[in-house]
């Protein structure tokens, strides 16, 4: 029953946990805020209910105050999002994520109304390092990795390491290998 959860592929790769025990996951969502935000966020995505959706989306508020997570319910994520040090993170509500994303704390995934006015789609298998900023409306390939304090703003291909600023791109093929663990 919980393996098809809306939410269990993220706590999956959150806690790497394959048999789902009651007293594990309670334990993770008490003491995870991580585990606690993604949960609250697919719930409030998925239910059809306005109580449990409102519901969710005050818990949502009261983290977003308190770590500034700034994610909303509108935006498109796929299975296996995990946000690691989950601190000043913000993430434009038109952004699109495929599925593994590993964001880190820092983290800026925002719209632009420069040069390519938009916002960002991310490709599958990408890691988001510390600080990063992704602004306009481009497209980032699958099995991309974004390093700590680099700034793009143009499309990057798949397989490709991304760093500085302005960015460099540079060509590695499973350039996410040992950042994103426990895919689904």
Not at 127 to 132: A, H, L, P, R
Not at 153 to 162: A, F, K, L, T, Y
Request: aromatic share 14%; with cysteine; charged share 20%.
């Amino acid at each position: 029953m919980f393996y098809k959860a809306w939410w269990y592929n993220d706590y999956y790769r959150s806690t790497g946990d394959t048999t789902f025990i009651l007293s594990h996951f309670l334990k993770d969502f008490i003491f995870q805020h991580r585990l606690r935000y993604v949960i609250y966020f697919r719930i409030a995505q998925k239910t059809k209910s306005k109580l449990i959706k409102l519901f969710c989306e005050y818990k949502l508020f009261r983290l977003c105050r308190k770590f500034g997570i700034e994610l909303k319910t509108q935006t498109q994520i796929g299975d296996g999002f995990v946000m690691f040090h989950p601190y000043n993170i913000t993430i434009s509500p038109d952004a699109i994520l495929g599925k593994n994303i590993n964001i880190m704390k820092g983290a800026t995934i925002g719209l632009s109304f420069g040069r390519k006015p938009g916002a960002p789609r991310l490709g599958n298998c990408v890691y988001v390092g510390i600080n990063s900023t992704i602004l306009g409306g481009i497209t980032i390939g699958d099995d991309v990795l974004i390093a700590p304090n680099a700034f793009v703003n143009e499309d990057i291909p798949s397989h490709s390491i991304v760093i500085g600023n302005p960015c460099k791109i540079i060509h590695k093929e499973n350039a996410t290998k040992n950042y994103i663990y426990h895919r689904v």
